[in-house]
Nanobody
Framework: QVQLVESGGGLVQAGDSLRLSCAASGRTFSSYSMGWFRQAPGKEREFVAAITGLGRTTSYADSVKGRFTISRDNAKNTVYLQMNSLKPEDTAVYYC????????????????WGQGTQVTVSS
């Protein structure tokens, strides 16, 4: 069982940066691939970024490529999402998720989810 707690959301202006954190419980954090997803009002939840257990491979949605960076610190049981050059369309609730098998962008393949953190970008 893995419990995930996101933090770092807030209200920022277009062009600003934010770093989201997701702290995980448990002693086998490096066994899990991690992902960030987001859900904007009235829209379905969508993939943002993913990272493998040892952090060697990452993947990004086209909409955030070049602006967002996913990373992890397995010693701290934490995964991060550095978000730069934020746009109003990045406004959403951001969720981190963990999966034990495989890795990637498919939401239904993730086993554990955090409660989400709100990011609001004003124009």
């Amino acid at each position: 069982q893995v419990q995930l707690v996101e933090s770092g959301g807030g209200l920022v202006q277009a062009g600003d940066s934010l770093r989201l954190s997701c702290a995980a419980s448990g002693r086998t954090f490096s066994s899990y691939s991690m992902g960030w997803f987001r859900q904007a009002p009235g829209k379905e939840r969508e993939f943002v970024a993913a990272i493998t257990g040892l952090g060697r491979t990452t993947s990004y949605a086209d909409s955030v490529k070049g602006r967002f960076t996913i990373s992890r610190d397995n010693a701290k049981n934490t995964v991060y999402l550095q978000m730069n050059s934020l746009k109003p369309e990045d406004t959403a609730v951001y969720y981190c998720a963990a999966r034990l098998k495989g890795w990637g962008s498919t939401e239904t393949e993730y086993d554990y989810w955090g409660q989400g953190t709100q990011v609001t970008v004003s124009s």
